[in-house]
């Protein structure tokens, strides 16, 4: 799972020559929550349609799926939505739709956050590629739009997958609890995942390569108050049904 990450900054994205014209207008948080605002990478054109560029545009991290009924609604859905586990994401509720219309995004990142608790405690490590190169969690993206202001909202989730067999990743997480980590790509990945049918997509996601990372402790440093964000930081996991 992943509820914490450092964002790619726009120096490393327009350095990266991701294919992608523009970088969204507004700023993002050095450090992404649910409930925040991160850039993702989603196809440009129609499905299938290969030649169009893909675009990278700001969206809430915590997928609110589109029959959210009010405001209130949607914000509570999405605090469930900040991770859908691969295995089940074509047929839960919260997923389906975005999964059956190929809805692929990828989250650019620098690194991400897991707890370790070899010490007995939970310690905030900070996870990269070994190899320092830019990375994204591939996930699945939605629009919602609210019914009585007409805003739309752009969100997303990071798809997961089984960790146990993982020489760092299966060290986080609580003990006996299931280990799970984001599906990670490299940008040689990029283009195969926005363009993948339903069959290449749970073909990827099975077949994801053990991304060599490295990990250290890393404290969680005081919020910023000028940091725009429309959460707090996540309270423990909780799953339902619909997610």
Request: hydrophobic share 40%; charged share 25%; proline share 11%.
């Amino acid at each position: 799972m992943c509820t914490n990450y450092t964002p790619s900054s726009r120096d490393r994205l327009r350095a990266a020559q991701l294919g992608f014209a523009h970088l969204p207008p507004a700023d993002w948080p050095p450090e992404v929550y649910p409930g925040y605002e991160a850039p993702i990478i989603v196809r440009g054109g129609a499905p299938g349609q290969h030649d169009a560029a893909p675009r990278c545009l700001l969206a809430r991290f915590g997928l609110v799926p589109r029959w959210s009924r009010d405001a209130a609604h949607a914000k509570e859905l999405s605090r469930h939505t900040a991770n859908a586990r691969s295995e089940t994401a074509a047929v839960k509720p919260s997923f389906r739709s975005p999964w059956r219309e190929r809805h692929w995004a990828l989250a650019p990142m620098e690194n991400l956050f897991e707890p370790c608790w070899e010490t007995g405690h939970a310690v905030r490590w900070r996870i990269a590629r070994a190899d320092g190169d830019l990375f994204a969690g591939a996930g699945l993206w939605e629009r919602w739009l609210d019914p009585a202001s007409g805003e739309i909202t752009a969100s997303f989730t990071l798809l997961t997958v089984n960790a146990d067999g993982h020489p760092l990743m299966a060290r986080m997480h609580r003990p006996g609890d299931e280990k799970r980590m984001p599906v990670l790509l490299a940008p040689g990945d990029f283009e195969a995942w926005l363009h993948a049918s339903d069959e290449q997509a749970h073909a990827m996601v099975r077949g994801m390569s053990d991304v060599a990372l490295t990990g250290e402790p890393a404290p969680r440093l005081p919020l910023s108050r000028t940091v725009r964000r429309t959460a707090p930081p996540p309270a423990p996991d909780a799953t339902g049904s619909l997610f």
